[in-house]
């Protein structure tokens, strides 16, 4: 059964700043990681996806994915009030619909 | 577009009583998902459907839950006999084909008294 963990669990972060999320899966044959983010009392919603090893950028996002490791991350730089929200990782397995998702992580930016 | 539609958005039901949420998935998608969302267990997959046939089933609990999409326009998620424990946000999310993204609706929340 395929396992997704996320680190930390919570995160403070000065407004302008950095923001560095963690995942790690436990399948190498996982088709592609997700990230979805979820405000209060909202579904979430998909932010960037990866398939193949290596990094992505969209707009003030990069994930990197390194599958030896089972490792992915998500950056956000010049971190919002509005970035404020829990992360979600999740892995999708080839040949299945279904997302698992790891337990989040909060993060909070510090005007 | 409206997004995924889930009605009601609150359902408190009594311990043993029958609760039934709706979906309603963006028109076009052919694929249609059931998670359920609690503090302890996160965000679990429950099933999936794909042009209307069930596909996954491998997350719902053997009794008391089942899922049915009669038409392309909606799909529902029955629990009988309610128990405190099934008390979560009930997620339902729909997608193109399978293994693109899925968009999710904002939750049907039960509460089991």
């Known amino acids: 059964q395929e396992k997704v963990q996320q680190s930390p669990e919570s995160l403070i972060v000065p407004e302008g700043a950095m923001s560095s999320l963690n995942c790690t899966f436990s399948?190498?044959?996982?088709?592609s990681i997700w990230w979805y983010q979820q405000h209060p009392g909202k579904g979430p919603e998909a932010l960037i996806s990866i398939f193949s090893n290596g990094n992505k950028k969209e707009g003030r996002l990069t994930v990197y994915l390194n599958r030896a490791s089972l490792h992915v991350s998500l950056h956000i730089r010049d971190s919002q009030p509005s970035d404020s929200a829990v992360y979600l990782c999740a892995a999708m397995n080839y040949n299945q619909g279904k997302l698992i998702f790891g337990q989040g992580t909060k993060l909070s930016i510090k005007p | 577009n409206a997004g995924v539609i889930q009605t009601p958005r609150h359902k408190v039901t009594g311990k043993g009583q029958e609760a039934t949420l709706w979906c309603e998935p963006i028109s076009g998608h052919s694929a249609v998902f059931w998670y359920r969302q609690t503090i302890v267990q996160g965000l679990e997959f429950l099933t999936y459907?794909?042009?209307?046939?069930?596909?996954?089933d491998s997350g719902m609990p053997k009794e008391r839950f089942s899922a049915q999409m009669p038409n392309q326009s909606h799909s529902t998620l029955k629990i009988q006999s309610t128990q405190p424990q099934d008390s979560a946000v009930y997620l339902c999310a729909s997608s193109f084909r399978d293994m693109y993204e899925q968009y999710f609706g904002p939750g049907t929340r039960l509460t089991v008294l």
């Open positions: 459907f794909r042009n209307q046939a069930p596909i996954d």
């Open positions: 399948n190498s044959a996982s088709q």
